[in-house]
Nanobody, 127 residues
């Protein structure tokens, strides 16, 4: 059974940075697509970014995060990261990491694709 544990959330000022981490355990990390989603109060869960190892090493970033957020993974540490720079108040949300071993490139941005989720970590950006 896959377990995911997020860390690194907190309070930041607009223009600042935070780095989130997601620790993976229970299966072979490199076999899984790893994604970040976020959910603000009263809004639907939103795709942020995803990183995969197969069929090729690829990353995809959602429109709201492009140019500001960077997703990465360390297979030796079974950990995924989200470096968030130039934070804005609208980035305030609970951030979730997610994992799936069953996917196609066209489905990676959909929350339904992922069958394992972390508990979430709060990110609050003040203006």
């Amino acid at each position: 059974q896959v377990q995911l544990v997020e860390s690194g959330g907190g309070l930041a000022q607009a223009g600042g940075s935070l780095r989130l981490a997601c620790a993976f355990s229970g299966r072979t990390f490199s076999n899984y697509a790893m994604g970040w989603f976020r959910q603000a109060p009263g809004k639907e869960r939103e795709f942020v970014a995803v990183i995969i190892q197969r069929p090729n090493s690829l990353t995809y970033t959602g429109d709201s995060a492009k140019g500001r957020f960077t997703i990465s993974r360390d297979n030796a540490k079974n950990t995924m990261y989200l470096q968030m720079d130039s934070l804005m108040p609208e980035d305030t949300a609970v951030y979730y990491c997610a994992a799936t071993s069953s996917y196609s490139l066209s489905t990676l941005r959909r929350a339904q694709t992922y069958n394992y989720w972390g508990q979430g970590t709060q990110v609050t950006v003040s203006s």
